[in-house]
């Protein structure tokens, strides 16, 4: 994906990272469009045969890839002292027990953290003169490996145009300030405009921008599958019916307008950390009580975290943010 923002589809893949396990790819200009969602996370949830990851769980748990890489190298006693640690500030109650709002809260809080990682680590791969602020000219080369500066789309190739006028609007939301460049907060912004509920309104009218073919301000079935339509075999289309009459179109007038748009190209976080909650429950709560005692959740640790290492001061200095905040 190209530039930093977590989507599949016209704007999809402002981040330029794409999350397979652990792995990073931050060099890759590929095609946006694939099944337009804005949020990795729900695509990140299951790999391709529909088996949930378990390196999902550990990213929901730590909030960090780069620590879920580290727990790779930490033996289990030394993961399971650390994940008492995570426990306790996660037990708002300090009862002694994770119930599933708890839980729930801290994964919410992971997804955020998540995508500030992500934002962060792009931030400074784009910020050529290390000012700590990216530049469109910063941006772009970065982006779509040119060093032009100008504003001139035409010397690109063709098939970027489109996506390089979307990046720019964007990118002008962003710029609180008006000054030309997008500073630390700013960047987060244009990274995760699916988090920013002021620039909620650009990512609706740049979806009925490029898939609303015959401009009538709605989405029909037709639109919605798009150019992989062509592609798909007769179940799989059927399917992607389905999801379109069931899931997205709520008033059942076969076509999505606003807010329908809007739930099909930025899946809730909320829903997605109750599958999380669900999932977790599931495979730790061995005595069904509906809480997880801390020794059922260091018995199942290779569920939550894994075998592997965390940076645990950067950590713990992350937990006290979280818990001051609460």
Excluded: C
Excluded at 103 to 109: E, H, M, Q, S
Excluded at 126 to 150: F, H, L, M, P
Excluded at 189 to 209: G, K, V, Y
Excluded at 233 to 250: P, S
């Amino acid at each position: 994906m190209i530039s930093p923002i977590n989507i599949q589809y016209s704007i999809i893949a402002r981040t330029g990272v794409v999350h397979t396990g652990h792995n990073h790819d931050h060099n890759a200009h590929k095609e946006r469009e694939i099944d337009g969602a804005y949020a990795p996370r729900d695509h990140d949830h299951y790999d391709d045969t529909g088996i949930h990851r378990s390196d999902f769980d550990h990213e929901a748990i730590l909030g960090s890839y780069k620590e879920a890489e580290e727990y790779d190298h930490l033996p289990p006693e030394e993961a399971k002292r650390r994940l008492s640690i995570l426990l306790t500030k996660m037990d708002i109650s300090k009862d002694g027990y994770i119930d599933r709002k708890e839980l729930k809260a801290w994964i919410i809080r992971s997804f955020k953290t998540l995508s500030e990682e992500e934002a962060n680590e792009k931030l400074e791969d784009a910020d050529e003169d290390n000012d700590g602020k990216v530049s469109w000219a910063e941006y772009i080369a970065d982006t779509y490996g040119t060093e032009s500066a100008e504003d001139n789309t035409l010397k690109f190739h063709e098939e970027n145009i489109h996506l390089i006028s979307d990046d720019k609007e964007m990118w002008k939301a962003a710029d609180k300030n008006k000054d030309g460049v997008l500073d630390s907060q700013e960047w987060i912004a244009f990274s995760n405009p699916e988090e920013h509920p002021d620039m909620i309104p650009i990512i609706l009218q740049q979806t009925l921008r490029n898939r609303d073919n015959d401009n009538d301000g709605s989405i029909n079935f037709q639109e919605f599958v798009g150019d992989r339509g062509s592609d798909l075999d007769k179940e799989a289309l059927h399917a992607e019916k389905v999801k379109f009459d069931e899931e997205y179109d709520k008033d059942k007038d076969g076509k999505l307008t606003g807010n329908e748009i809007l739930s099909w190209m930025i899946p809730s976080d909320d829903e997605i950390a109750d599958e999380e909650v669900i999932h977790l429950f599931a495979h730790s709560d061995d005595d069904h009580d509906d809480l997880l005692s801390f020794q059922e959740i260091l018995d199942h640790h290779e569920t939550f975290v894994g075998s592997e290492a965390t940076d645990y001061g950067d950590h713990l200095h992350n937990i006290h943010q979280f818990t001051d905040e609460l």
